[in-house]
């Protein structure tokens, strides 16, 4: 029995792609797939970056059939918190005011997925300025845990833990100041790296 994109790890879904086995595009378009589904559900994601991941992901393909090498992330779908600098997306950090906060550039850690060939797919939700243990806020909303609707998903990257744990991006790109990658990583069953 084979896997959905959605349902394989990163590592899984970079050796596909490397090796032709999956397209970038269609790991994306499974992806997206899934968003659809879920996302409504649990509010995990507050911005899909559909067109954008599935043009990037046509690139890395084309670079692929040319004999570049895709990097070691190739094609695998990961979410942004909110408060984490990218060109093309507010950064809200949950907070209405900041609705129009638009950075100049991207941030070290998006530029260096990027350059792995990894795919942003969306945004994580978060409580404003991460100041609370529930990802909640007047922006976007709260966040559902996905196992326990009745429960959350604790905070701060608590958008990105659960867009992982339902196979919404096969990475969450979050900080840390104090647990909060691990929390919600734990509430969600998901593992953390800080």
């Not at 833990?161 to 100041?177: E, F, H, Q, S």
Request: proline letters at 6%; glycine letters at 10%; charged letters at 20%.
């Amino acid at each position: 029995m084979s896997l959905e994109p959605w349902e394989m790890s990163a590592g899984e879904i970079a050796e596909a792609v490397r090796t032709g086995s999956l397209t970038a595009t269609a790991v994306v378009e499974a992806h997206l797939r899934r968003i659809d589904e879920i996302n409504p559900r649990v509010n995990a994601l507050t911005v899909v970056f559909a067109e954008r991941a599935l043009a990037l992901a046509a690139d890395l393909d084309r670079r692929i059939a040319a004999g570049e090498d895709p990097g070691p992330l190739a094609g695998v779908p990961f979410s942004v918190k909110e408060n984490i600098d990218m060109t093309w997306s507010p950064t809200t950090e949950g907070a209405t005011f900041l609705q129009g906060n638009q950075p100049a550039d991207d941030a070290t850690a998006v530029r260096r997925m990027l350059a792995a060939g990894a795919i942003p797919i969306g945004r994580g939700n978060m409580p404003d300025f991460g100041l609370r243990w529930d990802t909640d806020n007047d922006l976007f909303g709260r966040t559902l845990n996905p196992w326990v609707r009745s429960l959350v998903p604790e905070g701060s990257s608590g958008g990105d833990a659960v867009a992982v744990a339902t196979g919404m991006a096969a990475i969450g790109l979050g900080n840390d100041y104090g647990g909060s990658l691990r929390l919600p990583a734990n509430a969600a069953g998901v593992t953390a790296l800080r």
